[in-house]
T-cell receptor, first 118, second 111 residues
Framework: GAGVSQSPSNKVTEKGKDVELRCDPI?????LYWYRQSLGQGLEFLIY????????KSGLPSDRFSAERTGGSVSTLTIQRTQQEDSAVYLC????????????????FGPGTRLTVT | AQRVTQPEKLLSVFKGAPVELKCNYS??????LFWYVQYSRQRLQLLLR??SRESIKGFTADLNKGETSFHLKKPFAQEEDSAMYYC?????????????FGSGTQLTVLP
């Protein structure tokens, strides 16, 4: 079946502009994650949605970052007043917490959105 | 706080040589450890996890709680193993399910 998809694949924006990044998780997956992949920094957790529970926003680097997940499916990550240090690849992942396994909940990653702030 | 350290940013080996990608972690609880791989122009994907004790594509990794390590090994590297490898940790209990990643090691297998 279809995997996690993200759009756009590339986004170039001017410093100070707002951007929205979209993630379509695998159908039926209840958990959705956003990570940021910066050059030489590895992957950094941003936010986690699980079903109808309140999201875990502990990884968001500043209040310029926010995310929504509508209807338990599609998610949008919004960055307001972008800064050059926001340039990175933003990855979305989803997992199926209802798999019944007591371990695993493998996360399936999307192709990412490469954001460049000029 | 949990942390994953991959000390080597770059690693080059010749085809057929053994390869070991190092991963150390710090975590006070009982962690789940994973290796993820990202081949050129492909998305990040799970390679293996410690709990399943599996060998994938000839790679193995043993969790050493005494040394807090989860090194990835392969006895005979192949050119198609060239990729970016990330070690990751997750809390095995509680509600936090996100992964904590290391900074990654770029493996190049030379012909």
């Amino acid at each position: 079946g279809a995997g996690v998809s993200q759009s756009p694949s590339n986004k170039v924006t001017e410093k100070g502009k707002d951007v929205e990044l979209r993630c379509d998780p695998i159908s039926g997956h209840t958990a959705l994650y956003w990570y940021r992949q910066s050059l030489g920094q590895g992957l950094e957790f941003l936010i986690y949605f699980q079903g109808n529970s309140a999201p875990d926003k502990s990884g968001l680097p500043s209040d310029r970052f926010s995310a929504e997940r509508t209807g338990g499916s599609v998610s949008t990550l919004t960055i307001q007043r972008t800064q050059q240090e926001d340039s990175a690849v933003y990855l979305c992942a989803s997992s199926d917490r209802t798999s019944g396994r007591t371990w695993g909940y493998e996360q399936y990653f999307g192709p990412g959105t490469r954001l460049t702030v000029t | 706080a949990q942390r994953v350290t991959q000390p080597e940013k770059l690693l080059s080996v010749f085809k057929g040589a053994p390869v070991e990608l190092k991963c150390n972690y710090s975590y006070s609880g009982s962690p789940e450890l994973f290796w993820y791989v990202q081949y050129s122009r492909q998305r990040l994907q799970l390679l293996l996890r410690h709990i399943s004790r599996e060998s994938i594509k000839g790679f193995t990794a043993d969790l050493n709680k005494g040394e807090t390590s989860f090194h990835l090994k392969k006895p005979f590297a192949q050119e198609e193993d060239s990729a970016m490898y990330y070690c990751a940790l997750r809390n095995s209990s509680g509600s936090a399910r996100q992964l904590t990643f290391g900074s990654g090691t770029q493996l190049t297998v030379l012909p």
